[in-house]
């Protein structure tokens, strides 16, 4: 299988469950990144991982979880989450270029999360 | 807060017309991308324009970067359905894994 994958497509979960979202990248990257993507707002950049580090945090609340084994996949692991949680979640990776050089994101198809 | 103001946030034109969107800010990018997204898929990367006044086609989609790196636009030529969806731009600020900026996107519909 090619480029970004994600699983699973689709979750609906509960505010007292606990459930994780995968993501694995087949281009060879060493940076992956989730968004979320609510309607009727700009994707927002969630987590940043370079070279399996995290680098970014963006102030997200401690109900995600992210986790990098790898720079092939990606998690984000979520525990008693609000309604207002339910969105799409997209993974992307990206070569990460030299510094000051161009960075293209490859995203995958998402997790269509709905928190009841 | 860099932001990226898409308009219009809505456009429903006719098979054949032709449409131009915005994508603005007060900000300077390093390079700005347009991403077009279909119900139930992640964004796919269109086009990256990195260089102020720089013009780059893609059959039928023109997309230009303003001189100062602060706006872009898209030029749709003959528009067919398999046009429709959501484009986004997003804007580079730095280099390395910054991620990215983005915009709310112009819901496009061409009907036929």
């Known amino acids: 299988e090619t480029g970004v994958t994600q699983t699973p497509r689709h979750l609906v979960m509960g505010m007292t469950n606990k459930k994780s979202l995968k993501c694995e990248q087949h281009?060879?990257?060493?940076?992956m990144y989730w968004y979320k993507q609510s309607a009727k707002k700009p994707l927002e950049l969630m987590f940043v991982?370079?070279?399996?580090?995290?680098?970014e945090n963006n102030s997200v609340p401690s109900r995600f979880s992210p986790e990098c084994p790898n720079s092939s996949h990606l998690f984000l692991h979520l525990h008693t989450l609000q309604p207002e949680d339910s969105a799409l979640y997209l993974c992307?990776?990206?070569?990460?270029?030299?510094?000051?050089?161009?960075?293209?994101?490859?995203f995958g198809p998402g997790t269509r999360l709905t928190v009841l | 807060t860099q932001l990226l103001e898409q308009s219009p946030q809505f456009l429903s034109i006719q098979e054949g017309e032709n449409l131009t969107v915005y994508c603005n800010s007060s900000?300077?990018?390093?390079?700005l991308q347009w991403y077009r997204q279909e119900p139930g898929e992640g964004p796919v990367l269109l086009v990256t324009?990195?260089?102020?006044?720089e013009v780059k086609k893609l059959k039928r989609l023109t997309f230009q970067f303003g001189d100062a790196r602060k706006d872009s636009s898209l030029h749709i030529t003959a528009a067919q359905p398999g046009d429709t969806g959501l484009y986004l731009c997003?804007?580079?600020?730095?280099?390395?894994?910054?991620?990215?900026?983005f915009g709310k996107g112009t819901h496009l519909i061409i009907q036929p």
């Open positions: 997003a804007g580079e600020s730095g280099g390395g894994a910054d991620g990215l900026t």
């Open positions: 324009v990195v260089t102020g006044g």
């Open positions: 991982y370079s070279l399996e580090e995290r680098v």
């Open positions: 281009l060879g990257h060493n940076a």
């Open positions: 992307a990776s990206s070569p990460l270029p030299l510094a000051g050089g161009m960075d293209t994101q490859y």
């Open positions: 900000s300077v990018f390093s390079s």
